[in-house]
């Protein structure tokens, strides 16, 4: 989606590793969720943030919502092999409650 | 066990043969969506249900069609399906929206369409 946009596309990392996803949107955001994706399965919902400042934690993983640059940060400590998958945003808009818009994923490899 | 369920999870089919892609979720959710999933494209949003008979579109909605007769199920109809329909569909569904918001969404594990 170019309203969302996710950096780096994909990632690979050595284990125990740290390493930041980005997710910046180009309008004004009114909450935003981080899902993950093993290839070819459904989503699972890691968190959802709504106030500027908002920072979450899920296990190793903590996203963060900067308002002022409508951009959010998912930040995963000491990588792991089950870290592995695709990393996706999703925003919400303050227009239409039902609508929902996700980047394109950012695939993340951990070797072991 | 809390599910959403699809059916079927692979299908290949032909141009113009009418198929149905059923939903199904177990947690008495109001919110339901259907997506679909391409390289390079991401997921996109085809319909969306805030509740029973309440039903709208989302980015790609052409070529489908959708129905919200009970609160548990959400079919997704591809009337008459065409290559361009290829893709990895998903459905989901949540509590419901407050404040702007859709929740946490639960999806499907995926249905893989190939149309020929």
Excluded at chain 2, 54 to 77: A, C, H, Q, W
């Amino acid at each position: 989606s170019q309203e969302l946009e996710q950096s780096p596309q994909s990632l690979i990392v050595q284990e125990g590793k740290n390493l930041t996803i980005n997710c910046t949107s180009s309008k004004t955001l009114y909450g935003l969720y981080w899902y993950k994706q093993k290839y070819g399965e459904g989503l699972i919902f890691l968190m959802m943030l709504q106030k500027g400042g908002e920072e979450k934690s899920h296990e190793k993983i903590t996203a963060k919502l900067d308002e002022k640059k409508q951009q959010s940060s998912l930040h995963i400590t000491a990588s792991q092999p089950s870290h592995a998958g695709i990393y996706l945003c999703g925003a919400a808009w303050n227009t239409n409650a039902g609508k929902s818009t996700f980047g394109d994923g950012t695939t993340l490899t951990v070797k072991p | 066990e809390a599910q959403v369920t699809q059916n079927p999870r692979y299908l290949i089919t032909v141009t113009g043969k009418k198929l149905t892609v059923t939903c199904s979720q177990n947690m008495n959710h109001e919110y339901m969506s259907w997506y679909r999933q391409d390289p390079g494209l991401g997921l996109r949003q085809i319909y969306y249900s805030m509740n029973v008979e309440v039903t709208d579109k989302g980015d790609v909605p052409e070529g489908y069609k959708v129905s919200r007769k009970e609160k548990r199920n959400f079919p997704l109809i591809l009337e008459s399906p065409s290559p361009n329909q290829t893709s990895l569909y998903f459905c989901a569904s949540s509590l419901g929206t407050s404040g702007g918001l859709t929740g946490e969404l639960f999806f499907g594990e995926g249905s893989r369409l190939t149309v020929l």
